[in-house]
């Protein structure tokens, strides 16, 4: 069995736009055959030291020190629809382990 991978999806109340991306991701891993776990917080509930995921997708900002413990995508495209394929690459690519390209 494939390695469980763990996502976290941080927003400002973690329940309405962060459910939106949760239903939008765990749909893209499954068509990529990607075994993943995805939760949801509200950036209030995070701190760096707390952080047991692979990425974060965020639709808020982040304090800079998240960036150093874990990957941080921007997941706004996600709720917009522009630029939402190269953000959801952007996290297959990490998912898997691949360099970033920018």
Not at 76 to 89: A, F, N, W, Y
């Amino acid at each position: 069995m494939a390695e469980q991978k763990r996502i976290y999806i941080v927003c400002a109340t973690g329940i309405a736009t962060s459910t939106m991306l949760r239903v939008k991701i765990e749909d893209f891993l499954r068509r990529k055959g990607i075994n993943a776990t995805v939760n949801q917080y509200r950036v209030t509930e995070l701190t760096p030291s707390r952080v047991d995921a692979d990425v974060i997708v965020a639709t808020t900002g982040m304090p800079a020190e998240f960036a150093r413990v874990v990957p941080v995508i921007n997941g706004v495209p996600l709720i917009t629809g522009q630029g939402e394929d190269k953000v959801l690459q952007e996290l297959l690519d990490i998912l898997r382990g691949k360099e970033l390209t920018k």
